[in-house]
T-cell receptor
């Protein structure tokens, strides 16, 4: 099956620094990728929809200047957490749908997730 | 957007069938029902999806009621490795997956 890879799988950083998380579709092209965050014992919360070659669409309440998303190619989207603070510590998960699949039938493939800890 | 309602938790004996229900009473005609599961600290894993007809694959079966207002995911012979949170998702026409709270399934030896 299709594979989505995230890197890094975990990262620890100091408060005030920026952290970049990469999401790659390894064997298919994805015009759209999705970024989620998940706090302990909670469900996944959609943060934004990343569109190749255009600006990301953010969900209500998600700060676009805080969480910078770039989708420069059909196989790569990046999420940058800027000026990270301890409350940004979370599990960040990306997903992508195969560009070739039907819009309402294609399953969503998820990455392994990236655990961010901000000290 | 069609919302889903799932029981927060369920137990199942190892080797028995696990039946996980999901209510989606506001589903519209062109929305699919997807099931994913998430094992602790991993990304969600696709299980199965359907529109109107019942579906079966190597992992599970999906039973959708005739009025499409509810569905049941069936794991025919649950193993300890099936312990996970199971999410029922109705796919918006905008193609975004919104996760509910899911059902935490514990398979008991």
């Amino acid at each position: 099956g299709a594979v989505v890879s995230q890197h890094p799988s975990w990262v620890i950083c100091k408060s005030g620094t920026s952290v970049k998380i990469e999401c790659r579709s390894l064997d298919f092209q994805a015009t759209t990728m999705f970024w989620y965050r998940q706090f302990p014992k909670q469900s996944l919360m959609l943060m934004a929809t990343s569109n190749e070659g255009s600006k990301a669409t953010y969900e209500q309440g998600v700060e676009k200047d805080k969480f910078l998303i770039n989708h420069a190619s059909l196989t790569l989207s990046t999420l940058t957490v800027t000026s990270a603070h301890p409350e940004d510590s979370s599990f960040y998960i990306c997903s992508a749908r195969d560009h070739g699949a039907g819009a309402n039938t294609g399953e969503l493939f998820f990455g392994e997730g990236s655990r961010l800890t901000v000290l | 957007d069609a919302k889903t309602t799932q029981p927060p938790s369920m137990d199942c004996a190892e080797g028995r069938a696990a039946n996980l229900p999901c209510n989606h009473s506001t589903i519209s005609g062109n929305e699919y029902v997807y099931w994913y599961r998430q094992i602790h600290s991993q990304g969600p894993q696709y299980i199965i999806h359907g529109l109107k007809n019942n579906e079966t694959n190597e992992m599970a079966s999906l039973i959708i009621t005739e009025d499409r207002k509810s569905s049941t995911l069936i794991l025919p012979h649950a193993t300890l490795r099936d312990t996970a949170v199971y999410y029922c998702i109705v796919l918006r026409t905008g193609n975004q997956f919104y996760f509910g709270t899911g059902t935490s399934l514990t398979v008991i030896p």
